[in-house]
């Protein structure tokens, strides 16, 4: 028995509900901004879970314990979970804003912290917004934004001489050959945008002339 396999699939967190596309950070950010001599860091960072966030809430609050405020937003889609908190700041001045980075962004299963230094002078809400609002917008930019696509994984067992047909397919139709595995017929784990299975699946049928045996056994996201 000879097996081909490819490397790359990726476990993303969440719970693989989205449609089409799944949209998160590719790091750990963070990024200091003043305000009239207060000092702003804002840290962010991807989570899989609301206890992984608030973990993380926990060690920039340990981390920056002699400042007066450390206000935080957090979204995990798996748990349909969103929280915020002003920690102290006049309220909807600080955690809102900093959740609507995440919102706007488009982007989910990610913490923002905003750490605050005061420096005497009172900002008002106006200066606040626009603090906590610039300080997690540059941590997300330090961070970056990855983009993973839908795809579907599905399983097909064809004679030999149907393999190179629909091997023929595969730059065309768009498809990744995870595994393929020859005993007495080839078994090949492939994994398709979820938008073109149907067509690749039809494709697969037409040229095999209904010989190959298609089942779907997944999905994922992947770049």
Do not use: W
């Amino acid at each position: 028995m000879s097996v081909k396999k490819r490397n790359g699939a990726l476990d993303l967190p969440g719970d693989n509900s989205f449609s089409e596309e799944y949209i998160t950070l590719g790091g750990s950010g963070k990024a200091e901004y003043s305000e009239r001599k207060s000092v702003f860091i804002a840290c962010a960072a991807p989570v899989k879970s609301s206890s992984e966030a608030c973990e993380f809430v926990k060690k920039i609050k340990t981390e920056y314990s002699d400042a007066r405020h450390t206000a935080y937003a957090y979204l995990i889609s798996s748990e349909n979970a969103t929280r915020y908190s002003d920690d102290g700041e006049p309220q909807g001045t600080a955690g809102i804003p900093i959740l609507a980075v995440i919102q706007k962004g488009g982007f989910t299963d990610a913490v923002i912290t905003v750490t605050r230094y005061f420096g005497g002078i009172l900002l008002g809400a106006p200066g606040l917004l626009r603090a906590y609002t610039t300080a997690a917008s540059e941590a997300v930019k330090k961070a970056g934004i990855v983009r993973y696509t839908s795809f579907t994984e599905f399983c097909v067992i064809c004679n030999y001489s149907d393999y190179q047909k629909i091997i023929s397919e595969f730059s065309r139709l768009g498809i990744r050959e995870d595994k393929t595995v020859f005993e007495d017929s080839v078994c090949l784990s492939l994994a398709v945008m979820t938008s073109g299975y149907d067509t690749a699946r039809d494709k697969i049928k037409d040229v095999t002339s209904g010989r190959a045996k298609i089942d779907i056994t997944g999905t994922r996201f992947d770049f």
